[in-house]
């Protein structure tokens, strides 16, 4: 059977992939088509099934018959506007709209050119590999031979045997901690802002944005529903989190050692920074930023001012919601400008038909009085000659 390889953020377990598909071709739980045609993820242990591509991909990989060109995965690519498009590999035409792998704007391979080498990376031959899904973009890792794969066994276990949740660990808090934890939540308070602006996409419109943001209250009643206490809690190190976010602490941690090295909260209460954290990473690795809204961003902005005020170095984060928010304005921003764009534009359409009406009326109103002309001349001489007396001066 195939050792168990990837790990992903949407599941708790190491999933195998498969070069047969399981006899009963159980459902995706990604799609929920049947699993019928390998290769395919897998977990046996939870029956947890995806097609390869419901299932986290190789961001890069390398081709032999590209020496030197790392080749990136991309949702989809259109290298330019001919409407004609080739896979360099088998140079047969390719579609724009399916995924494909490619270096720079030069070298493209289909997804099936490119199965034999993505299939090493996701067992492992290749090492450590960061992976991604498509579409939604959610993370994941190959475990490659030897690496946590004893770690990735203990949090497996953990999650089958143990029977602490994080209800165990909020109840066992000391009055301190608890003191602790209440500490780190973000009264109500009153902000006002003393910008005014015509335009909803303005710079002051920004700035607007950014104190709603800014202002962004967490109460400690609105904090701690913000956990589910009945989740099982594993440990990751010399740390606990709730299993379903063990694979993003355990990253985060390998890849910024010094998170916590500031923070003096008590295990316990870094317990629950920890899972804040995790959900607010692992909300932005499946949110794509065409679906990002303004309450998204209070949620996520919120949430990580808690863990700042637990002195988390968290300025990576950070920074990256930053840009998320530019972005989402930006967007935000155009989309309102082309809507405004196009209505005035219709405005514009229905006024010119309503004018080129009106010139018609007119034209027609000219050709009636040209018909009529001579009558209205000879009515008209009358007009004059009655001009400087009153109309019955010539009856006296």
């Not at 492992?124 to 030897?146: C, H, M, N, Q, Y």
């Not at 219709?346 to 009326?361: P, Y």
């Amino acid at each position: 059977m195939q050792q168990p390889t990837v790990s992903y953020t949407g599941h708790p377990h190491l999933l195998a992939v498969l070069d047969d598909a399981p006899r009963h071709a159980p459902p995706c739980n990604e799609c929920g088509r049947p699993c019928d045609s390998p290769p395919v993820f897998r977990c046996a242990r939870c029956d947890f099934n995806l097609h390869l591509l419901c299932g986290p991909l190789p961001t890069t990989i390398e081709l032999d018959e590209f020496p030197g060109d790392p080749f990136s995965l991309a949702d989809s690519f259109a290298e330019d506007d001919s409407g004609e498009y080739y896979c360099d590999f088998c140079e047969d035409k390719r579609d724009p709209r399916e995924c494909v792998y490619h270096s720079g704007d030069y070298y493209f391979v289909h997804f099936k050119c490119a199965m034999s080498e993505v299939l090493r990376s996701l067992k492992g031959e290749r090492g450590d590999v960061d992976l991604r899904t498509l579409g939604k973009l959610i993370p994941g890792r190959v475990v490659s031979k030897g690496l946590n794969s004893q770690t990735t066994a203990q949090w497996e276990k953990q999650i089958t045997e143990s029977t602490l949740t994080l209800k165990d660990i909020y109840d066992s808090l000391t009055e301190n901690e608890l003191m602790e934890f209440k500490n780190l939540s973000i009264p109500s308070a009153d902000i006002s802002s003393d910008y005014a602006t015509s335009f909803p996409y303005s710079g002051d419109a920004f700035k607007q944005l950014l104190d709603r943001l800014d202002a962004v209250t967490l109460p400690w009643e609105e904090l701690i529903k913000l956990y589910n206490l009945d989740t099982k809690v594993v440990d990751v190190g010399e740390h606990q989190i709730t299993w379903d976010f063990a694979n993003i602490m355990d990253t985060l941690l390998r890849k910024h050692k010094d998170l916590i090295a500031e923070s003096r909260l008590s295990p316990k209460v870094k317990t629950f920074m920890f899972v804040l954290l995790c959900d607010v990473v692992y909300s932005m690795s499946r949110t794509k930023i065409e679906d990002v809204t303004e309450q998204m961003l209070m949620d996520w902005w919120g949430r990580l001012k808690v863990v700042q005020r637990a002195n988390f170095r968290m300025q990576l984060v950070r920074d990256q919601l930053t840009i998320v928010v530019s972005a989402y304005f930006g967007l935000a921003a155009n989309k309102f400008n082309e809507r405004a764009t196009a209505d005035l534009d219709e405005q514009i359409d229905k006024l010119s038909k309503e004018l080129e009406q009106v010139r018609e009326n007119r034209e027609q109103h000219q050709k009636l009085v040209e018909s009529a002309s001579t009558i209205i001349e000879k009515c008209l001489d009358d007009a004059s000659a009655l001009s400087y007396k009153t109309v019955g001066a010539d009856l006296l």
